[in-house]
């Protein structure tokens, strides 16, 4: 470890929590649907919008219709990205010649973008056109967060609001959100990315001369309008197989630190929203007090673990840090922070390969997506997941009290606490039991190129990942087979919106429910108390369910390399 590493990281830290206030602003903004400056540029298209579709904005949606609303969306926009591959050797905009995408492959990649996922058992360069980047999968990766966000806003308004029978307008949101704050943004950031050196062009290729003069082609496409949605919206789909790690993808020191940077604002920004959507803004700065505890102890151990090296080659005389499967422009310290930052979110975006950590410093990755990526976490995603968790330490707190437990002037009932144990229970239940599956079945165990420990962390890795919505993966699993496809496509879908349907549910009791005030007896939601519970009901519920799967797997795989064995 070194000081410059620190540094990075210290510097990480600061600029986000300089952003979150502005950011919060611009959201709530969007949240209460009021003007913004580019309502000049961009009001006369959401009017339009509006005009054709024949909604109404005002037009205030239960939660019941506002999740029908929701399911029927996704669900057209997964058919339509599942159609466009498998006809794609049709389509123009196809200029390597690519055929159609395989039926469980085009199942699987549409479901993922669909998700927010964007899990990834193809190499982008050698399977999709064009088209397919730009239609099937950049459309997704916009209309995908802004789902995540419009939720968010949903779940917000059912504590903002009293005795309220809706909870806001899912076009509305989701409009509001693409136009004004995920569009303009990342036009701005597709020419940052262009000027730092990422292609952006239909060409399909380029030869070149290498300095040892030998002839290399190199895959072309418009990458930068890609990567620049990719990250804002923490969906993490390469264009690239070697995704953020690929120089046409991530050329510079500085582009990596904006992308970290970028996957996490506007994560932070919403929990800054929820305490003005509340009316009390010190709400929103204790859940990410507690959220940045998390990230902080995760991104230290794995920088550690990272900067020791591999005990492996230590027993054979060779010193220093692992920099196996890490590119020497980023080094260990970017990258041990980028692949936490990318698993904390949703995100899924990789800048090195998890494969090749150390099995400590892979764990973390892991562990962050079996919490539910609720430390920051994907856009939208991320706070509503954690203010799940935060209803159950209220329940706790309650219990403690001898009262019945309130949060941010709503009381908390039966009915919400079982939603949201319900909404949290899918998540160890859905990958320890795929994985389960997978580590018996033949079909399963013919994809980890690696066995004993790391190999059973490998399933482990692929199932979490899928039903966290979080799309990274251990690459050593060969995951494009027909059972792969099908299970991690199921398992995505599930992770989505088997979470989403009873948060919503969450959202409308809350908003039909009266203010109460609170009161000498209430449990304070906003002092270190409140941090340190919250944090310790979500590494106790949403962590010690998955202690045999990591005692199995990444634990027994680092007991095994402190003592010289190879994996």
């Known amino acids: ?12 830290v600061g600029i986000l929590l300089a952003l979150a206030k502005p950011v919060g602003l611009w959201l709530f903004a969007l949240y209460e649907g009021r003007r913004t400056p580019l309502h000049a540029v961009f009001g006369p298209i959401e009017r339009g919008f509006y005009r054709l579709s024949g909604i109404d904005p005002e037009e205030d949606q239960s939660w019941r219709r506002y999740a029908v609303h929701m399911l029927i969306f996704n669900s057209a926009l997964l058919l339509f990205t599942y159609f466009l591959l498998r006809a794609q050797a049709l389509l123009p905009l196809n200029p390597l010649g690519f055929g159609a995408v395989g039926g469980d492959l085009a199942f699987n990649t549409a479901v993922s973008f669909t998700a927010n996922t964007n899990w990834q058992s193809y190499a982008g360069e050698s399977t999709m056109s064009n088209l397919s980047q730009m239609l099937g999968l950049t459309i997704h990766n916009f209309l995908s967060a802004a789902t995540g966000i419009a939720l968010a806003f949903a779940l917000f308004r059912g504590f903002a609001r009293r005795s309220a029978a809706g909870i806001g307008n899912f076009w509305a949101d989701m409009t509001r959100v693409t136009l004004y704050l995920l569009l303009p943004i990342c036009i701005v950031y597709a020419l940052f990315l262009i000027a730092s050196g990422v292609p952006q062009t239909l060409a399909a290729s380029v030869d070149v001369s290498t300095l040892e003069g030998v002839r290399q082609t190199l895959v072309l ?180 009290v001898g009262r019945t437990p309130e949060y941010v002037g709503k009381k908390i009932e039966s009915r919400e606490v079982k939603l949201s144990v319900l909404a949290i229970a899918v998540l160890p239940l859905i990958i320890l039991g795929f994985t389960a599956i997978a580590s018996v079945l033949p079909a399963g165990l013919a994809g980890p190129l690696n066995k004993g420990p790391h190999g059973f962390s490998e399933i482990l890795y692929a199932f979490t990942s899928a039903v966290a919505n979080n799309g990274s993966a251990f690459a050593g699993l060969s995951a494009n087979t027909p059972f792969y496809n099908g299970m991690l496509g199921v398992a995505m879908w599930i992770g989505r919106f088997f979470i989403i349907v009873p948060m919503l549910a969450v ?61």
């Open 1 to 12: 470890m070194t000081i410059q590493g620190w540094l990075l990281i210290a510097a990480f």
């Open 221 to 400: 496409g418009p990458v930068a309008s890609q990567e620049a949605i990719k990250m804002l919206g923490t969906n993490g789909g390469g264009f690239f197989n070697a995704n953020s790690a690929h120089p046409f993808e991530n050329p510079t020191g500085l582009t990596n630190f904006v992308q970290m940077l970028s996957i996490f604002v506007i994560g932070v920004g919403l929990t800054y929203t929820f305490g003005k959507a509340v009316g009390n803004t010190r709400q929103g700065w204790a859940i990410l007090a507690a959220m940045l505890t998390i990230f902080l102890v995760g991104v230290g151990v794995t920088y550690w673990q990272e900067a020791a090296g591999n005990p492996v080659l230590h027993h054979l005389g060779v010193g220093g840090g692992n920099m196996e499967g890490k590119e020497v422009r980023f080094g260990i310290a970017a990258s041990a922070l980028f692949s936490v930052v990318t698993t904390a979110a949703s995100c899924g975006a990789v800048n090195a390969m998890h494969d090749s950590f150390t099995a400590l410093g892979g764990l973390v990755p892991l562990f962050n997506m079996q919490l539910g990526e609720v430390v920051i976490g994907g856009v939208g995603a991320g706070i509503y997941g954690f203010l799940l968790f935060a209803i159950l330490a209220v329940f706790v707190a309650g219990l403690m």
């Open 507 to 567: 959202a409308g009791s809350l908003a039909a429910k009266k203010y109460t005030p609170e009161t000498a007896g209430s449990f304070p939601t906003t002092g270190p108390l409140w941090t340190g519970l919250l944090i310790g009901i979500v590494l106790i519920v949403g962590g010690l369910t998955f202690l045999p799967g990591l005692a199995l797997g990444p634990i027994a795989d680092h007991l095994a390399m402190i003592n010289g064995q190879l994996f």
